[in-house]
Structure formats: C-alpha cells, structure tokens
C-alpha cells in the first residue's frame, strides 16, 4: 500500500505561479506519477505525468507553462504551475501507477482569481 499526499494548493491571482507537492510513503522507482485536475461538474483529467525514467507528457492546456518533476530516491513529485489561469482553478490530484496497480492522494485545491 502506498500513501500520497499533496501540498502546495491555495489561492493565487491570474499570472501567479504555485508549485505543487506529491509525497509518497517510499520511494517510487518505477512507478509514474501523474498530476490530474477536477473541477467542480467535469470529469477528472490528467494534466501531466513523468516516468521513472524522467520522460513527462503534457496536456495541451497546460503545456508551456506547467513542468512536471520528481525525485524517486525522496519518494517526491512536483508541479510548478506558472502563469495561472481561471481555468486551471481545480483540485489537483497525484496518482502512482505500476501495470495495473495504481494509488491516488487525496488531492490539493487551487484557486485563481482575477
């Protein structure tokens, strides 16, 4: 069983940055890690995600100004948002997943305001 936990929501105006924090209960070699948002009436999406070896995929609106990162020794993943916008107003989530087996924090909430 594997614990997460995120860290690093809160309010922030339009422009700002924030950077989000996934802490896992050991180390995650091997495992990938993706970042997933979901705001009030839509469907849980994925916004980033890294590979144990470091190779990170992105969703379209994010890319550009979200980096993805992590240290898997520190059992560590990070999300630095940067030029916030309305719509990236969510709760962000960080998920491990080996094959099938997967486990999900309990997410962090980001609120921008204009």
């Known amino acids: 069983q594997v614990q997460l936990v995120e860290s690093g929501g809160g309010s922030v105006q339009v422009g700002g940055s924030l950077t989000l924090s996934c802490t896992a209960s050991?180390?995650?070699?091997?495992?990938?890690m993706g970042w997933y948002r979901q705001a009030p009436g839509k469907q849980r999406e994925l916004v980033a995600s890294?590979?144990?070896?470091?190779?990170?995929t992105y969703a379209d609106a994010v890319k550009g100004r979200f980096t993805i990162s992590r240290d898997n020794a520190k059992g560590m993943g990070w999300l630095q948002m940067n030029s916030l916008k309305s719509e990236d107003e969510s709760i962000y989530y960080c998920?491990?997943?080996?094959?099938?087996?997967?486990?999900w924090g309990h997410g962090t909430r980001v609120i921008v305001s204009s």
């Open positions: 050991g180390t995650i070699f091997g495992w990938t």
């Open positions: 998920k491990l997943n080996w094959h099938d087996e997967e486990y």
């Open positions: 890294i590979n144990t070896s470091g190779t990170t």
